[in-house]
């Protein structure tokens, strides 16, 4: 049997279903004095064939439907990205008025100078320690009597212990900034 437009009279329009938009055809009967009526059968907005035609006619609905839905769903990315982008520029504007406002401040300026003293206190201390500590891991060399020998493995021990403490120091800051550089991807 061939689907003629007095058989598939359809109706496309938006139904939400479950919140989610979906196309339904109406249920229309052959004009043309046919004893057989031509029954859709649907469910919960999902195209079923035609019950007495072949599905010419379901076909062209459910293309129609995609096409609904592509477009609808194009649009949804659409309005999330632009939502994104405008939460991150609210998030960026009200960082950058805050941080100008508190540049301006004169307590805020001598808090950073207090804070950046204490670390460079701290380093120095540290970067004291560690010396101290190559400097007496390293008269272990005292012990040899060729002075050129023990001359060279005291410097050797020294830089060995001081480069590892760096290079120890080294790592752990990539991998702090490797998680932190995570953290942001995700």
């Known amino acids: 049997m061939i689907v003629t437009l007095m058989c598939a009279n359809f109706v496309i329009g938006n139904i939400y279903v479950s919140g989610t938009p979906s196309v339904k055809a109406v249920l229309y009967h052959r004009d043309s004095g046919s004893i057989i009526p031509c029954r859709w059968i649907t469910s919960d907005g999902i195209y079923k064939k035609c019950g007495n035609c072949n599905q ?15 477009k609808l769903a194009d649009r949804y990315k659409a309005k999330t990205a632009l939502y994104e982008a405008l939460m991150f520029l609210l998030i960026w504007y009200s960082v950058l008025t805050t ?4 540049i301006w401040s004169k307590i805020f300026i001598s808090d950073c100078v207090i804070f950046f003293d204490t670390i460079a206190a701290f380093i120095q201390h540290i970067t004291g320690w560690i010396i101290l500590a190559g400097k007496n891991v390293a ?30 120091v080294g790592i752990l800051l990539a991998f702090i900034g490797i998680k932190i550089a995570g953290l942001y991807k995700k």
Do not use: H
């Open 139 to 168: 008269q272990i060399s005292d012990g040899i009597s060729n002075p050129v020998v023990a001359g060279i493995i005291y410097w050797l021990i020294r830089i060995l212990i001081c480069g590892g403490c760096l290079v120890g």
């Open 56 to 70: 010419t006619a379901y076909l062209k609905a459910k293309e129609k439907y995609d096409t609904q839905r592509e």
């Open 99 to 102: 941080l100008f406002q508190m």
